[in-house]
């Protein structure tokens, strides 16, 4: 991280199921799943909704982010609200399956063979709408974290070396071990404040501007707001703000606007927090009497034609993934191996689809279609080379035409 001015106004630095047709239709479709899987990876906000401006002590931005950064909350219970509007297309359910499919885990839930419980394919319905979460800890080994939908609800349990997914719309329970879930999505996607925070505060360095914009009351706690700015042209992420709990550190809200403005395109906050330490019945499991149970090990064994099945094609042809440029203006670049978007006249109903969803652009490196939204943008050109980023088109036109 570069260093920051300690001048709280002064900038860090100046320099429904994946059925076969669909599945192989996925590699024409990766612009959407790029652009999902990023939204839900990137932490990247002026707009805090709060109560109050509680009368705190001065501080700077770089005393800020080391308060975040020696936050030692490791008991705690609450519930969050998380909203997301990247402004997507609808596919019918197609982008969910893709996403489920690019996590790289076999067996993704819509797959006969594999889980609904799966956490690395019922974790990105976070990536769209508005959901609740309970969660909770009580150190490094024991988590507990509950999405519930209208009339049923899913778990992801941490207990020591067992990790628990059940689905009770479907009664369906996944079970692996710390050492078999090493690296799973259930690590990656992000579900609370302090996961988009850790996520943006990589972002910070000399491309940044950091300041503290006064205080909030989040979850009747009172916090500071720590705001995130890329001072580059060209990228769509307009500002980042985080309430850090006053007393503890912990991030407590996270807001993200798109430099187009309007809605927030992501909105993470407690409602309810506290930090005592949790029942310990709160992170025990037994799966319910008839539940289907599918074990980890299961399904990292597939053979491989099923692995191909649940979306491996896709994982596969994000090998060779490179990123260019720097800061808020990186851009993902990887090339399909010639598998550009087909044509409306050679793809036939397939091509006319897709191309309707993006915009048609040309430049020195040929012709290709954007696919868009609020946040992150992809380019594929027609020879099959992909651009994607939360940069806006003309930056992803710039990029094809540099390294033509």
Do not use: C
């Amino acid at each position: 991280m570069a260093p920051i001015d300690s001048d709280d106004n002064r900038t860090a630095g100046e320099g429904e199921d994946l059925r076969p047709g669909r599945r192989r239709a996925a590699r024409y479709v990766v612009p959407v799943a790029v652009m999902g899987v990023a939204a839900a990876t990137i932490g990247l906000v002026p707009a805090i909704a709060d109560s109050g401006d509680p009368d705190l002590p001065k501080v700077t931005a770089e005393q800020l982010i080391e308060k975040i950064a020696k936050s030692d909350v490791e008991q705690l219970s609450g519930t969050v609200k998380i909203t997301t509007d990247l402004g997507l297309p609808d596919l019918g359910g197609l982008e969910s399956g893709l996403m489920s499919g690019m996590s790289g885990t076999p067996g993704a839930a819509g797959d006969e063979d594999g889980s609904a419980a799966d956490p690395s394919a019922k974790l990105t319905e976070l990536v769209s709408g508005t959901h609740t979460l309970r969660v909770a800890a009580d150190g490094p080994d024991r988590q507990k974290l509950s999405l519930l939908e209208n009339a049923a609800e899913y778990s992801l349990i941490h207990d020591g070396k067992d990790v628990w997914g059940y689905d009770s719309k479907s009664n369906e329970v996944y079970h692996s071990t710390t050492s078999e879930s090493a690296g799973q999505p259930e690590k990656e996607a992000p579900a609370t404040p302090k996961d988009f925070a850790d996520q943006a505060l990589k972002a910070v360095d000399d491309t940044t501007s950091v300041t503290v914009d006064g205080t909030a009351q989040v979850a009747g706690r009172d916090a500071y707001r720590l705001v995130i700015k890329p001072k580059q042209e060209g990228s769509t992420v307009g500002a980042v703000s985080i309430a850090v709990d006053a007393k503890t550190g912990m991030p407590l809200k996270f807001t993200l606007t798109p430099t187009s403005g309007g809605a927030a395109v992501v909105d993470a906050g407690f409602t309810q927090v506290s930090f005592a330490k949790p029942d310990a019945s709160t992170f025990d499991f037994t799966p319910p009497k008839g539940a289907k149970v599918t074990e980890g090990d299961e399904m990292t064994g597939a053979p491989e034609h099923e692995r191909e099945a649940a979306g491996g094609d896709v994982a596969e042809e994000l090998d060779g993934l490179k990123v260019i440029g720097e800061g808020w203006n990186s851009i993902a670049t990887f090339d399909t191996g010639g598998q550009g978007l087909p044509t409306a006249s050679a793809g036939g109903d397939l091509g006319g689809f897709l191309g309707s969803f993006g915009d048609q652009v040309k430049g020195d490196f040929g012709s290709g279609t954007v696919f868009k939204t609020r946040l992150v943008n992809a380019l594929i050109t027609d020879d099959g080379k992909i651009y994607a980023g939360a940069v806006t088109k003309d930056a992803l036109v710039k990029a094809a035409d540099a390294a033509r």
